[in-house]
């Protein structure tokens, strides 16, 4: 079984800061691509940044210049280092990761969100 568990949520006043990380673990051979997602309430998920496996980034529009993602293929894992953050930023921050188990089988996993709350 694959899971994936986000980490560093929390409320920081705008202009500020938060890190997340988001470790997958269990029957994994390869992890391709990772992503992370947000959904603000009474709103859509949307893509905030991925990486690629060989570390290529793509980032929306309202965070360029502001966060930066970032991985480590050893540790199967993914940052994202938010600053300047605002409070449009405030929603639930998902990980996401395509990733091929030990059976062989490429899925798609999520993490379960992390809340992250910056105040107006």
């Known amino acids: 079984q694959v899971q994936l568990v986000e980490s560093g949520g929390g409320s920081v006043q705008a202009g500020g800061s938060l890190s997340l990380s988001c470790v997958a673990s269990?029957?994994?051979?390869?992890?391709?691509?990772m992503a992370w997602y947000r959904q603000a309430p009474g709103k859509q998920r949307e893509l905030v940044a991925d990486?690629?496996?060989?570390?290529?980034?793509n980032y929306a529009d309202f965070v360029k210049g502001r966060f930066t993602v970032s991985r480590d293929n050893a540790k199967n894992t993914v940052y994202l280092q938010m600053n300047s953050l605002k409070p449009e930023d405030t929603a639930v921050y998902y990980c996401?990761?395509?990733?091929?188990?030990?059976?062989?089988?490429?899925?798609?996993?999520w993490g379960q969100g992390t809340q992250v709350t910056v105040p107006s």
């Open positions: 269990g029957s994994i051979v390869i992890v391709y691509d």
């Open positions: 996401n990761a395509e990733i091929l188990d030990s059976d062989y089988t490429l899925a798609t996993y």
């Open positions: 990486i690629s496996k060989d570390g290529t980034t």
